[in-house]
């Protein structure tokens, strides 16, 4: 009996995998196919996938051509299946051509011509295209513009920089410059706002106003009673309005998550980070430090991501001490906020005038996390025990600083009408309760 094996990940299954798949299955007498992994996708570069595995591996099932399905999770599991299910033949479309000889010392290489005029990534194309536009400061519309490159069923529709002298027009078509924030809105299905704190409430608020979604640089807004009303009326109006933490969107930070929800350092007393980045505020124009990020709305949302999604947000008590370079202006170079819960503590230290190691530790009843800087662009983190042996790295890939993966669960949240998990109403809200706080010094003591 001929085995034969194949591997893909079928998303949105189409003529051409149907195809595939019956001539693989002419080749031999027994098909086994392998589905991918989200992890092994996510790994190899492919980001945009739309079904779930479970979905895949149904509609593989229901062509009738496969006689087993497995799942392909790691690099390097090609030989491993090879061997162990003893196959004759390993088939893959012509797109591929060359990349598996290699396994030629273990089975035949079968190379078939791909089916032309139909794949995934068009049919993901055509049935949801997100008009996105940009506003606000030029250093991160430029960053999100270059990442929604690798994000299908978005296009950037429009761009209003704030910063205009700031503007490289030759890294912009000059068409999709909009001459206001309202020339913008009318071009787009949903807005990315990187524009001042102070003014998100209002930047948000117009663009909910005109039925947009809003992907938003946290803090969303600078008072609670803000961020209720604008939660409503995007709830109201069946709008997605999301947080840009990239960090929250990355996959290492997320397993990191999981992996201490499910009790892998016992219980989890002590969340301790840090984020600081030295700007060169020799040069700032004084009178202009209240148009700038400030310390705590620069890093506060990143550092108390952790806090709040491992602790929640039910503190007893919280201390903030800041350093002032300008107090009227409410400019911190530096602040640091002590939390005490009823079983737990946690820290935060930010600066935009103080440099310090930017780690995160979070310290167990059985042992600690450690994550070296800078943290919150995390692609490997370390679990450490008190007998060494048992300790584990985990490495896990994290492409443009984890924006790509925030605009492709934008797109996604768009797409489902469900609000994402990455980052929960609770998390959001509790960032712009601390923030508030900030500003009417509470509990705040000025060093
Ligand atoms: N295919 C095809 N014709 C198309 C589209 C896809 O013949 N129009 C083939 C591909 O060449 C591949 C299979 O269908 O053999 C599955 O395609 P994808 O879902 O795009 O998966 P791919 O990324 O090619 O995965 O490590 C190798 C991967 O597992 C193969």
């Avoid at 980070?273 to 709305?297: F, H, P």
Wanted: glycine share 6%; aromatic share 10%.
């Amino acid at each position: 009996m001929k085995r034969v094996i194949t591997y893909g990940t079928f998303d949105l299954l189409h003529f051409g995998h149907v195809r595939l798949l019956e001539r693989a299955k002419s080749l031999g007498d027994y098909l086994i196919v392998g589905v991918t992994a989200e992890d092994f996708d996510k790994a190899r570069g492919k980001i945009n996938v739309e079904q779930s595995l479970m979905e895949r591996i149904e509609a593989v099932k229901k062509t009738g051509l496969a006689d087993e399905v497995i799942v392909e999770e790691y690099e390097g599991q090609k030989i491993d299946d090879i061997q162990r299910y003893d196959i004759d033949i390993f088939a893959i479309g012509s797109d591929w051509v060359g990349k598996f000889d290699y396994l030629n010392e273990y089975c035949k290489v079968v190379y078939l011509d791909r089916t032309q005029g139909v794949s995934s990534t068009e049919l993901r194309a055509e049935r949801n295209t997100v008009r996105l536009g940009l506003m606000g400061r030029y250093s991160n519309v430029r960053k999100y513009m270059a990442e929604a490159v690798y994000v299908n069923g978005l296009e950037i529709a429009g761009v209003y920089v704030e910063d205009r002298d700031q503007l490289n027009l030759d890294a912009l078509n000059t068409e999709s410059i909009a001459e206001s924030y309202d020339d913008l809105l009318e071009k787009v299905d949903a807005v990315y706002i990187t524009s001042h704190p102070s003014h998100h409430f209002e930047d948000i608020h117009k663009a909910l106003m005109k039925g947009k979604h809003v992907l938003c640089e946290s803090p969303i807004a600078l008072t609670v009673k803000q961020y209720d009303d604008l939660s409503s009326l995007a709830n109201e109006k069946q709008l997605i309005l999301m947080d840009a933490i990239k960090t929250a969107y990355g996959m290492a930070y997320n397993r990191l998550v999981l992996l201490l929800k499910g009790g892998k350092i016992g219980k989890v007393v002590s969340v301790d980070a840090t984020c600081t980045s030295l700007s060169d505020l020799q040069q700032v124009d004084y009178t202009e430090l209240g148009n700038k990020w400030n310390s705590i709305c620069a890093w506060g949302p990143t550092a108390l991501l952790p806090v709040f999604q491992l602790l929640g947000p039910n503190y007893k008590s919280k201390v903030i001490t800041s350093s002032f370079l300008d107090k009227e202006q409410y400019f911190d170079v530096f602040t640091k906020i002590a939390f005490i819960y009823d079983h737990a503590v946690a820290s935060i230290k930010v600066g935009k005038g103080v440099k310090s190691e930017g780690e995160l530790i979070i310290s167990g009843t059985q042992g600690y996390v450690y994550v070296p800087a800078p943290w919150w662009k995390m692609d490997y983190f370390e679990l450490r025990y008190e007998d060494s042996n048992r300790n584990r790295r985990y490495f896990y890939p994290l492409d443009g600083e984890g924006i790509r993966y925030e605009l492709v669960t934008f797109v996604k949240t768009i797409e489902t009408g469900r609000s994402s998990h990455y980052i929960q109403s609770i998390t959001s809200k509790a960032i712009v309760q601390v923030v508030e706080d900030f500003y009417n010094r509470n509990n705040l003591i000025e060093i």
